[in-house]
């Protein structure tokens, strides 16, 4: 969750404060619970903005998510029903906290045509391309190659059009398995394996040390839910493959918009304060009474 909670605030962080728009582009909306949080901070962001005006903001700026669907999605009743369901689900807790919200589906290959489409008649617009891509609680999981599909249109559409957005667009990414590190490390499948092998144990044992015993059967259900599908020789093998097929220089490409001068933005010393005081508090809901 401490991806989402530090993608968020790097959006609330980087946006101008009189935009009109806050347009998402997200790689996978699934459930949509990251969004929830942001709902409600740009609700209290005006409530604040209008306190502060003694009531002279009248534009209130509203949220636009825009969802990536796949061909092969397409024509999935479950994939539709699914994404539906987030849409009425993330539309009725904007209701509810006042905020404007409208939520699309697109694919990939028509995206950067409307966004030009879109920052032509409206200027006021910031762009957030959020590819959060593995991450433990992430029920579905959409291919490395789709992955970077993504991230190489949001990169070749900040490199094409930062000169003419004067309001400004960024990419937030969060990698939960650190697959740049282990793309670089591992030269054979063995070593790969060895590596995620030493990830998910980790993973474990992290849940399982910070558990309280009471919570057992809960931590059981998480392990068979988002740890166990993962760790298998065969869909190991499949990630594998399916890296192979992606050009690795394409990784190091796009990590170096991540270093100072690049597009990327490092997580302010407020933000890992932040998730200090998260970490604090959980250990102190686990800790047994005395």
Known sequence: MFAHSGANSAILEAMPRDIEVLHVVDFDIGEGIQWSSLIVALSQQHKLMQQHSFGLVSQQLSLKITSIKWKEEISTDSSQWRF?????????YANFHGLK?????????????????????RSREFLAFNSMWALPHMVRRRSTKKAMEFLNAAKGFLEENSHESTYGAMITYGDGEN???????????????ESYMKHYQALLESMERNFPPRLAVARLAIDSLFVAPYVSSRALHDMWREMKEVELSVWGDFDDHFQPGGFGLKVSSERLMEAKVMMMAKEALVLPSQ
């Not at 990939?108 to 032509?120: G, N, S």
């Not at 697959?179 to 394996?193: E, G």
Request: aromatic fraction near 6%.
């Open 179 to 193: 697959l740049q590190r282990i793309i670089r490390s591992c030269s054979c499948f063995v070593l790969f394996f």
């Open 84 to 92: 539906e369901e987030t849409k009425k689900r993330l539309q009725d």
């Open 101 to 121: 919200l409208k939520i699309e589906e697109i694919e990939l290959q028509d995206l950067v045509k409307e966004i030009k489409m879109t920052t032509k008649k």
